[in-house]
């Protein structure tokens, strides 16, 4: 009598947009959603801290080819940054290092401040972040004590509105020794590039002010095309596990080619295409059946493949 246990039927090939709980790392996500799927080829475009909540894109199986190119698209996020606290990771996880009473910063000085750090900036990474400095993590030499030099990166923010500045001590609130809590809390919307760091923002924007900032709430609402709307949470997924098609991913967040018979065969054996001019990121091409047959990148007057997902 055989034991043998039947086959799992794999999951569907896709992405899932979860709403990312605060507290949890995107890894443990990762983790929890093998077990929803199935699967242990799982894996996500772009992290988000443990403080952070909101749209994280999973991969299931051959969509985690998709999770690279992905992560390198524009984002968005609803932020609180507090002015007058400096912590030594630049948000509200750390130990604070400094105070500055803030109250005196004017709204017009705020957004004066927004304004410097909007469009193409250098911005220099957290010291307590994932860049490897001489093949090691920069948050692990920084938690061993040791001072970390990153250099500036380029990014770009498209869009920094502020929606809100609120100055606790005008409400009276007040601190556990009952002194007033002389700070500047700003609440705003930042569209930006692949690796910007809000903390960084927050940090920037406190120091340019002369009283340090640092970063109290985060979630992001938007990567690329997939937004908060249609993003799930761990317990609904649980329950039932959305998993949008993988053409239906490519199509929503590339610019879509379709191709004949004859060109559809080429590109499935990893052949190049003439360039069709649709651009220097990503594109998506689709057979004359509408299956995904690939990504590829124009460049030099041909369209190589990034990655082929037809044998």
Not at 123 to 150: D, F, H, T
Request: proline share 6%; net charge negative; glycine share 12%.
């Amino acid at each position: 009598m055989s034991t043998a246990r039947p086959r799992r039927t794999p999951p569907p090939n896709g992405l899932i947009i979860v709403d990312k709980p605060a507290d949890w790392t995107s890894h443990d996500v990762v983790g929890k959603m093998r077990g929803i799927a199935g699967t242990r080829k799982v894996g996500h475009a772009g992290t988000l801290d443990p403080m952070a909540t909101g749209v994280l894109v999973i991969g299931v199986e051959k969509a985690t080819r998709l999770l690279g190119h992905l992560a390198l698209t524009e984002k968005v996020y609803e932020a609180t940054i507090r002015l007058g606290v400096t912590t030594n990771t630049d948000d509200a996880e750390g130990e604070v290092t400094a105070t500055t009473p803030a109250g005196h910063v004017a709204d017009e000085d705020v957004h004066k401040g927004i304004a410097a750090l909007t469009g193409p900036i250098m911005q220099v990474p957290p010291q307590v972040s994932a860049i490897k400095v001489n093949g090691e993590r920069a948050y692990k030499r920084a938690r061993a004590g040791e001072e970390v030099e990153l250099a500036a990166r380029p990014v770009t923010i498209h869009a920094f509105e502020v929606t809100g500045i609120r100055r606790p001590a005008d409400a009276g609130d007040v601190l556990g020794d009952g002194n007033v809590l002389d700070v500047v809390d700003v609440d705003a919307t930042i569209t930006c590039s692949s690796g910007t760091y809000i903390r960084a923002l927050a940090r920037d924007l406190g120091a340019a002010l002369g009283v340090g900032g640092h970063l109290t709430a985060l979630r992001r609402t938007r990567v690329g095309p997939y937004g908060i709307e249609s993003a799930r949470t761990i317990e609904e997924l649980a329950r039932e596990c959305v998993i949008l098609p993988m053409a239906d991913a490519v199509a929503a967040a590339f610019p879509r080619r379709d191709v004949t018979e004859e060109e559809a065969r080429l590109v499935a054996h990893g052949g190049r295409l003439p360039a069709a001019g649709l651009g220097p990121g990503p594109v998506g091409v689709f057979g004359p059946d509408g299956t995904l047959l690939a990504l590829v990148e124009e460049r030099g007057g041909a369209a190589r493949p990034l990655a082929v997902f037809v044998a």
